[in-house]
């Protein structure tokens, strides 16, 4: 595929070394930066044929198949409408929207004008997060009932994140979109999300939107979504997830700590270590592949094959635009304080059924409620009578 870089900051050159680092099929030819001192050089620095300063330019270009929006959350609808014109396929990062309303008119665009929409969640192709999906899809640890994600880091990069306006929000609509989209995919995106409770706050920057806040999503089968995310966390990057099923858990850790330990005094250069790293001497802990770590590679692949095989990826505008329908539910919440439902006017998954519960019988008379070797080797059951609901307990001692 022959890919249109549509922006040249900080995840247009991830993006670019994802995609031009290792030797693979889809590169890109051309990029959009507003700026044509910063066009030149991102063109010079990835060996790009063509460079402009208009963004029509860089979509319509005759040897562009794909467009890769890398711009601020603000300009992703009219970039959409674009690439949606000139009939070109286009992958955005996230957040698709500022709203739901927003990322749902990018939706109709693309599926009205019959091209490709992906999503670039690329949290969600981590390789540890595959795996996860792989054993939770096996039924591994057995019917989700909480999947958590947090994302937290000392704040972002640029000048428009911090700008209400053009962001769409804070720490909720910067680092929920990603949390909220984990934590779908464990539990099961045909499931639906049903109300938000969230709390946020302006903890320490002098901003209107929120620089912390801390959030709870309702599915329609009983699981519970939570969602950490914060720029005022100091210490570096934190992405982890838990997720708590009948028959198991996991744990991920993403970037923190990822078995890569190393000190230096800083004698030798002070260089960079790892995306939001807050110091480059004393204990350190870098990544290996960050981009890796990241997802991207995968994600890419996964894009790219689904345009080829003329099939959805992993992550779609659909998915995009049912993550904002949850943040905003999550603002409305932190103002108002209470549950919120989350409004989705194009449901596309399983109506929420009434839910039935199901016990584990002991024996005919009782539903067991744990069974627990005990430090003296005895065996213990708790178990409770299924017509008088007594509880009771049954210890059979060791070596009988
Ligand atoms: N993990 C991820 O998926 C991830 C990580 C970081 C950022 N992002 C997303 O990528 C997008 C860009 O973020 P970034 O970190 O690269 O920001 P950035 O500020 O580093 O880069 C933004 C780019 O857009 C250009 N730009 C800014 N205002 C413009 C305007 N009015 N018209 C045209 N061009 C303009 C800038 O010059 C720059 O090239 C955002 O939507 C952000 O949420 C995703």
Not at 161 to 166: G, P, V
Not at 265 to 285: D, I, M, Q, R
Not at 342 to 366: A, F, M, T
């Amino acid at each position: 595929m022959k890919i249109a870089m549509l922006g040249s900051g900080f995840i247009a050159r991830f993006y670019a070394e994802s995609l031009h680092s290792q030797r693979r099929k889809d590169y890109l030819v051309m990029v959009y930066s507003r700026n044509e001192k910063n066009a030149k050089r991102f063109a010079e620095d990835y060996n790009l044929p063509h460079y402009t300063t208009s963004m029509e330019e860089a979509i319509a270009h005759p040897d562009v198949e794909v467009v890769l929006i890398s711009l601020p959350n603000h300009l992703h609808e009219s970039a959409v409408r674009e690439c949606a014109k000139h009939k070109k396929h286009v992958i955005c990062t996230k957040p698709l929207g500022r709203t739901a309303e927003e990322a749902k008119s990018m939706l109709d665009m693309v599926e009205e004008a019959g091209i490709f929409g992906g999503y670039l969640e690329d949290l969600c192709y981590t390789p540890k997060f595959l795996k996860s999906m792989a054993s939770i899809k096996r039924g591994e640890i057995g019917k989700v009932l909480w999947a958590k994600s947090r994302e937290t880091h000392p704040g972002p990069h640029s000048d428009w994140f911090w700008d209400k306006e053009k962001s769409g929000g804070g720490a909720i609509i910067d680092l929920g979109c990603h949390c909220v989209e984990i934590s779908r995919n464990f539990i099961g995106k045909n499931i639906k999300p049903m109300e938000v409770m969230c709390w946020a706050d302006t903890q320490v920057h002098p901003i209107e939107a929120e620089d912390h806040a801390i959030g709870l999503v309702k599915y329609a089968n009983g699981a519970i979504g939570q969602f950490e995310v914060s720029w005022t966390f100091r210490g570096g990057m934190d992405l982890r997830d838990e997720v708590m099923g009948t028959e198991g858990t996991i744990w991920i850790n993403s970037f923190l700590r990822t078995g890569f330990e190393m000190f230096t005094t800083g004698k030798g250069g002070e260089g960079y270590v790892a995306e939001k790293a807050e110091s480059n001497t004393g204990w350190l802990f870098p990544v290996g592949d960050e981009a890796h770590e990241l997802g991207y590679p995968h994600m890419f692949t996964d894009m790219f094959t689904a345009i080829e095989e003329n099939r959805p990826p992993l992550e779609t505008f659909y998915d995009g635009y049912v993550v904002n329908a949850i943040l905003d539910a999550a603002f409305k919440s932190a103002e108002s304080k209470l549950w919120e439902p989350v409004i989705l006017e194009d449901w596309r998954g399983d109506e929420p059924l009434q839910q039935q519960k199901s016990w584990n019988s002991y024996d005919e008379d009782h539903y067991i409620i744990k069974k627990e070797v005990l430090p003296n080797g005895d065996n213990k059951v708790i178990l409770k009578h299924k017509k008088t609901g007594a509880v009771t307990q049954k210890v059979t001692q060791a070596n009988k």
